[in-house]
């Protein structure tokens, strides 16, 4: 099982709709849970990040995360076609301060 | 507050030959992490430096190297390059670590050998 997994998608959402990003990691242990967003060509961009279960909600930005299953989610309510980009998850792993990425979903906004 | 800081943003090489890569994080920032992203394999972490201490190591072969120094700035070395390492590599930095503590990335330095 890889560490940190994400569906590559692209995933295709209407504007307006709610786009829902999950991402499922390995190791039981992990306290700490990121999402980034790159745009084509850019560096990766902190959008969020959750350290206890439950939600956690930022402007239209929802972080979700379950530690019994294993899976974190992220939602992003009144989709605009800015926010077309590749998410990216990101967990602790394992002993130490060691930040695993997965490879990304790719969203697409339809106007 | 100026944001983290990579040099160069493009470089070409030839196989076999050296490169070193530079990062300056963002002033206060203590905790460097380099990371390698390509298509296939996405975002790869490298190493991380704190207090010019190596702290975490990723699945890399020995030729890839690095070091902080004192004012927390850090560099990269990759030795004996080969085809594969073409890539882009992003330097992000952090208050005291990853671990609990986003991090923001600089724009990354894009790698190319010939």
């Known amino acids: 099982q890889k560490e940190v997994e994400q569906n590559s998608g692209p995933l295709s959402v209407p504007e307006g709709a709610i786009a829902s990003l999950n991402c499922t990691y390995s190791d039981r242990g992990s306290q700490s849970f990121f999402w980034y967003r790159q745009y084509s060509g850019k560096s990766p961009e902190l959008i969020m990040f959750i350290y206890s279960n439950g939600d956690k909600e930022d402007g239209r930005f929802t972080a979700q995360l379950n530690k019994a299953s294993q899976y974190v989610s992220l939602l992003i309510r009144d989709s605009q076609p800015s926010d077309s980009a590749t998410y990216l998850c990101a967990v602790n792993i394992g002993v130490g301060d060691k930040i695993i990425f997965g490879k990304g979903t790719r969203l697409h906004i339809l106007p | 507050k100026a944001g983290v800081t990579q040099t160069p943003r493009y470089l070409i090489k030839t196989r076999g030959q050296q490169v070193t890569l530079s990062c300056s994080p963002i002033?206060?920032?203590?905790?460097v992490s380099w990371y390698q992203q390509t298509p296939g394999q996405g975002l790869q972490f490298l190493f991380e430096y704190f207090s010019e201490t190596q702290r975490n190591k990723g699945n890399f072969p020995g030729r890839f190297s690095g070091r902080q120094f004192s004012n927390s700035r850090s560099e990269m070395n990759v030795s004996t390059l080969e085809l594969g390492d073409s890539a882009l590599y992003l330097c992000?930095?952090?208050?005291?670590?990853?671990?609990?503590?986003?991090?923001?990335f600089g724009d990354g330095t894009r790698l190319s050998i010939l």
């Open positions: 992000a930095s952090s208050l005291m670590g990853q671990l609990n503590q986003p991090q923001h």
């Open positions: 002033s206060g920032h203590r905790s």
